[in-house]
């Protein structure tokens, strides 16, 4: 059964950093997968932050930029996403899933406050 454990998050100001970190199990991810980070604020659609694929080519929604580096872990398909210079508009829910993303492969998430 697959299986995405995020954690990492916290309660943070402005300009802090946070890093997360995700790792997946189950037999699908037994193999080499792109992975991507999402986020979903209260009240809004959920989107993407971060893709990195297998070979390790990324790929980063504009607004974080310069600011996010995805990279992955040692363990099979683990991700992590280092976050800096976080902004209050960052303040979400935030999920690791397969690129594109599966249904059901959703994880609880790791809540991420940024206030100023």
């Known amino acids: 059964q697959v299986r995405l454990v995020e954690s990492g998050g916290g309660l943070v100001q402005p300009g802090e950093s946070l890093k997360l970190a995700c790792v997946p199990s189950g037999d699908y991810f037994d193999s080499p997968r792109t992975m991507a980070w999402f986020r979903q604020a209260p009240g809004k659609a959920r989107e993407w932050v971060a893709i990195i694929s297998y070979s390790g080519t990324t790929n980063y929604k504009d607004d974080v930029k310069a600011r996010f580096t995805v990279s992955r872990g040692s363990a099979k398909n683990s991700i992590y996403l280092q976050m800096d210079g976080l902004k209050p508009e960052d303040s979400a829910l935030y999920f690791c899933?397969?690129?594109?993303?599966?249904?059901?492969?959703w994880g609880p998430g790791t809540q991420v406050l940024v206030y100023s």
């Open positions: 899933n397969n690129w594109p993303p599966r249904d059901g492969f």
